[in-house]
């Protein structure tokens, strides 16, 4: 909850905030290329997500692109 | 399906669980002497001097009987302390509650807790639980809760305790399941569960007596929800004298000869309950679908 807001976090690319008489709105980040370039990569997945505040810190990883022998 | 069977194993092999967190420390001072090539030595205390942020992960491979360890970074992502080797294997929540973080694992039976302040680690586990990993963890000013995953076809026990007194742990079990996600409210913990036909459910339970109040089947729709059974990342909050729980619905649709790979089509609700009777009052389109191609 962030200033008496419920906000669900998607994609990257956008969350969901909601308020009190359940009117949901859609918020964008603002990304920079560089960012956007890492977290478009193919299977990123987000690992954990730790609230402070207003801020949201969010722990992303992707598979690398490397062929592993599965017996 | 030989594609997706070598997607999920390579997830298997290279990655897992990996967790940030927010330190205390107020001010960072880049260590320009630390060498990135080589991590620092292990050591039983964190140094969190100048550190800004505490991680634990772990490296998996196929025998799941991988360490992990916990580690110190600044702002900047230099790597300060790392702590020796510990049974950490694919953390799954990580929370702080004053000067104190709490981890626990859906591939290893320990869980820790980091002091932000000194640097100590501590196990945490109740003496007198089964032996068990975690799917969900939740900490408040009055509470610590996790879960045991053992017997999925018998109750699961939660432990919980005050972090003032983290000495006098208590036990109690819940049905139905797996725990996917807790929540605690004026000494009232909602938890949700999945059972092994993927039923998904909410209990109610007053943790000064220890004793369930209620519990309640979600009456979801198939195409609401994804019937695995597993916990999923679930989330169950308090807002505005209302419960509510995210779902998310995975629909995968395969390769043809169209196209090369398999695509993951996601959807998602918010369930509105009643917190005293645990009806399901709204449920509210949240998502709008996304396509997500595998490998």
Redesign the interface.
Known sequence: ?VNDQ?I?L??FKQA?S?D?N?K?STMKFSLNQEMKNELEK??T?T??I?I?DEKA???T?Y??DKK?E?? | MKKKLLFFSIIILIVLSVIIFKMYASDYVADENINQEELPPAKDVLNVKNGKYVLAFSEANDTRENKGSFFVINKEGVYLSRSKELDISSPIAFKQQGNEAYLVNNSSNKRYSVNLASGEIKNIEAKKQNDGQSFTLYANEEYVIYDVANDYNKNQQLVYWNPKTPEDKKIMTIPNGFAQSIYVYNDVAYITTSDPDAIEYVHQVNLKTGKLLNSKKLKLKSEEYTQNGLPSNQSIIMFNKKLYVAVTKTTVIPATENYESDVDEYAGRLIQLNPKTLEIEKKLQLMIKISIRIH
Do not use: A, G, R, S
């Open positions: 909850m419920l669900v998607d994609t969901y909601m009190k359940n949901l193919i299977d997945m690992e954990q730790t402070k810190y969010i722990f990883q598979i690398m592993i599965v017996k």
